[in-house]
């Protein structure tokens, strides 16, 4: 079965820092365009990184030079450290897969989320 | 970064009404526009991809249309299970932006 799947969420402190990690099963991580994406209580959804195949990544403005994606191929894993973490940081954050399409990309498949809360 | 801007930001509807949702793009983005369907507690799923080509999967009582920038999701006929939010996503250019999202709502 393709699926994702996320942990590493949870409660910390403003200027803490936290790991994600998003397990794939079914498709490779390092063939794949990979994203996270988050979601902020009772918002929209915000796009904050990318890591293509070949290991190009880019950021949101918002997390820029505070959070880094990175993969793990032996373990078909997605990253998302985060450094520097603040209050608005707060959300519940998906990895997700980026398929190609006559026009660019598509999130099809989608981990579960992980809430983060960043709170002193 | 490319703005999307969604409307309306919600809607009431009846089982069986034809709904329609449009998303604005703040410049020309061909047809890189993906169409995602939220309920609650859950994560977004891929309904339409590159403006009007439906996700394996999908009902067909949905359909995308639109280019450049402007864009529609319309459902034929809305089922209980469709009430839920809507977003469009640009996929033209990094970052890859959603709109607001439009909740559709039963009447």
């Known amino acids: 079965e393709v699926q994702l799947v996320e942990t590493g969420g949870g409660l910390i402190q403003p200027g803490g820092s936290l790991r994600l990690s998003c397990a794939a099963s079914?498709?490779?991580?390092?063939?794949?365009?990979m994203s996270w994406v988050r979601q902020a209580p009772g918002k929209g959804l915000e796009w904050v990184s990318v890591?293509?195949?070949?290991?190009?990544?880019n950021y949101a403005d918002s997390v820029k030079g505070r959070f880094t994606i990175s993969r793990d191929n032996s373990k078909n894993t997605l990253y998302l450290q985060m450094n520097s973490l603040r209050a608005e940081d707060t959300a519940v954050y998906y990895c997700?897969?980026?398929?190609?399409?006559?026009?660019?990309?598509?999130?099809?498949?989608w981990g579960q989320g992980t809430m983060v809360t960043v709170s002193s | 970064d490319i703005q999307m801007t969604q409307s309306p930001s919600s809607l009431s509807a009846s089982v069986g009404d034809r709904v329609t949702i449009t998303c604005r793009a703040s410049?020309?983005?061909?047809?890189?526009l993906n169409w995602y369907q939220q309920k609650p507690g859950k994560a977004p799923k891929l309904l339409i991809y590159?403006?009007?080509s439906l996700q394996s999967g999908v009902p067909s009582r949905f359909s995308g249309s639109g280019s450049g920038t402007d864009f529609t999701l319309t459902i034929s006929s809305v089922q209980p299970e469709d009430f839920a939010i809507y977003y469009c996503?640009?996929?033209?250019?990094?970052?890859?932006?959603f709109g607001q999202g439009t909740k559709v709502e039963i009447k």
């Open positions: 997700a897969r980026g398929t190609v399409t006559t026009y660019g990309r598509a999130f099809d498949i």
């Open positions: 079914g498709f490779t991580v390092s063939s794949n365009y």
């Open positions: 890591i293509y195949s070949g290991g190009r990544t």
């Open positions: 410049q020309s983005i061909s047809s890189y």
């Open positions: 590159a403006a009007s």
């Open positions: 996503q640009q996929s033209y250019s990094t970052p890859e932006t």
